[in-house]
Each structure stands twice: as C-alpha cells, then as structure tokens.
C-alpha cells in the first residue's frame, strides 16, 4: 500500500523537502502506510525518515527534523488512504435500503469505518471489526469517535442490527472507555423495539461512562414509502414523541444530580411529532450532538434573533422566496413575525416543500430533492430571489436525486442562493442589500 499525494501545502516541511503533488508516500521510519491512521501515528516524532516513491517510480529517503507536534504537510488523494469499511449489519431501519435507484451513487454505500468517524464524524457500529482491528483502533488512540449504540441489550441489538457479532457493544465500549477513548452515542428509536425498559438501560449503561462518553442522542426512525420487503414498523407519532420526550427529561434530571450533565438529549424531530416548544439555549449544553439534529432549530433561531436586534433600519429592495421543509417551516415563520415586528415589513415568502420523493412522512430539510424543489416553485408562481438550504447539496453540488447545481439553476428563472444552516448568515443573506 502506498499513499499518492495530492497536494503539498505550501510552506511546509514536505514543500521545503522537494516532495511534489503525485508522489507516493511509502512508509515513515521503515513503518509502512497502510492508512490514513498509520499516517497520523508515525507522523509526529521530530525526527522522521520517509520513503517517498517519486512520479518516474524511483525511490528516494526523506530525511526530516521538525517540531514534535508540527505536521508534514501532505494531503493525500483519498482521505483515509485504504478502502472505507463497508457496514455488514442489517439493520431493521436503515435508511439506505429504502432509498429508490437514481439517486446520487455515492449514497448507497455504507460505511462503517472508525477513521471516518474519527476524521469525518460518522456513526459506526463496532460491528465490523476483528479484536485486531478494534485493538488496534485503542493502540492509535482513534479518538474521539461517534458509535451507533441503539441498544445495549445484547439480543435486542442482535435483533436490530441483523447482525450475530452485534451483541458485545457492552465490552466494548468498556474496553474503549478503559482505553480513554472519547465517544459520542446515538440511538434510532424504534417503537416497540428499543424504546421503554431498553431505552433506560441504554441510558443508565452509557451514562456510566461518562465522561468518556460524552454525551448521547436519541432520534426517531425515518420511514420512506420505499420499503417493500422490509420489516414493518411504526412510524414516531405523537403521543411516542411526548413519551420519549418525557422519559429523556426524566433521566437528565437524575443525570444532573449524579453526574452534572444532562448527558442524554432528544432530537429535535421528537419535539416537532410532539408539538411541543424547543428547549432554550441552556438545555443543549454547548450544542454537543448538533450534527444529529439536536438543538439545531434553536441555534438557528437564537442566532437569527441576536442578528436582527442590531438591525436598526431596514429598506427592502428585494423579494426573497424562503424554500424550506415541513419541519423547518414553523421556524421560518417565527422568525418571518419577528421581521414584522420590528420592521413592518416582510422580508420573504415561504414554499414549504412537501417530501413526494420519499414520502410525507420525511419531512426535515436535508432530504429534500431538486424534484420536488422544482415541483413546488413551479407551483407557487412566486417571484424573486430563491433562498434554498445548502444542506441539499452535497460537496461536488449535485442534489439527492442526482440533479446538478447547474442544471438546477437552468431550470429556474430567478437568482439561487444557498444558505448555509447558521441564522446569522440566514439574515444576512436576506438583508444583505437592504440595510
């Protein structure tokens, strides 16, 4: 295994050594580079000999004095070096398998892999891995990394997952706290399976591991109307929603006590089903497992609020056309009345787009798709300038559904924007002209 450089930054140690874009790098100090973590190990020492194999396939040693801590400076043309590790589970909800064809290609592969979760945030299962490699995931120190938990209860897992070795989460996730290493959790709450009784020794179980386990989320199953062949399960209604909702805040009230921390936390989803208000500020806790959908309505609604209060005046000279998701929606409106309040004008319209694509019952804005973006522009006839979440796109800009930011773009008469999923660029996007 060799790495292929994509890039060396400039004024690096490797730039001052002559290695180019398109070189190898082989190995460090005779250690080969089988991955992106063999790379981030051997890196550090501060004197260092790489083997580099050069574009014309000559070998050459690289000898290297540095700071202990200072980095190289190589970029490598794939992130992890080696293959991602594929997900080998089943699991009951996955999302992945109720996903039509046509879509964006990269979608339908599942990874399970620690060094995307240590390098990307991803969730893994802990599934997947020989006693070798979770050894040596502990010998690397991959920290700190996100694990799909779901249950602790070794057959409910078993059951989940679909999967015989999913059972020894608990030993696991023991020898990883022993090891120090830092981990986030999650649970997919799926009614009638992992909720009530296994939920509180989920909790109870994680929570005792704090504070290498920092923190757990508990979000609800999504459901598309792609799931022939699949198990048939209950969708998060209300009534469940106010139920999990009311067992997490009972265990934060004993977690406050006993370790400080409220530790475990509802998505936001869960309010939304329960048509219930979303906390305040204080109750995420700096926020800690946003990237799950925890608190992410408030942050963007407080940072919205903090923006427009040092507005003073404002002329509006142009139309913005908000595009938002079911979910999102009630949000777009709060801050819409805060406009009208202290302005007296109002400074967008808002297209809620229904989820055709997978279903009325995805509803957040994440999984919205050109298609239907498309569908309910064309339908609202409004004019103006298109204020569409970026989260819809992926790196490259191409939507879910495999469409483009260029062809979009043709497809529209008016100016697009993409607003990232921060409330204050959200206004300054939509004031931006008209201070």
Known sequence: MKALIKYVELGSVAEEMGIQSGDYLVAINDKPILDIMDYLYHRDDDELVLTIETKDGELWDCEIEKEYDETIGLVFENPIIDRAMHCTNKCIFCFIDQMPKGMRQSLYFKDDDSRLSFMLGNFI???????????????????????SVHTVDPEMRVKMLGNRFAGNVKERLLALNAAGITMNGQVVLVPGYNDGDYLDETIDFLSGLYPNMNSMAVVPLG????????PDLEPVGKAKANEIIAQIDRWQAILLDRIGTRFVFSADEFYLK?????PPAAYYEGYVQIENGVGLIRK??????KTLQAVEQLDMTERNIVITSVAATPMMQRIQEKFLAQFGVNPY????????????TITVSGLMTAADILAAIAKNKAKGRILIPDSTLNTDGYFLDNLSLAEF???VDDEVVFVPSDGRRFIDIVIGEMI
């Open 125 to 147: 299962t802990l599934t997947n891995m020989s006693d070798a490699v979770f050894q040596r995931m502990i010998d690397y120190r991959i920290s700190p990394i996100n694990v």
């Open 223 to 230: 459901l598309t109307k792609f799931r022939d062949g699949l």
């Open 274 to 278: 329960a048509e219930r208000p979303i």
């Open 300 to 305: 963007f609604e407080d940072e919205a609020y």
């Open 349 to 360: 319209d808002i297209i809620t787009v229904e989820n055709n694509f997978f279903g009325e």
């Open 409 to 411: 773009k043709e497809r």
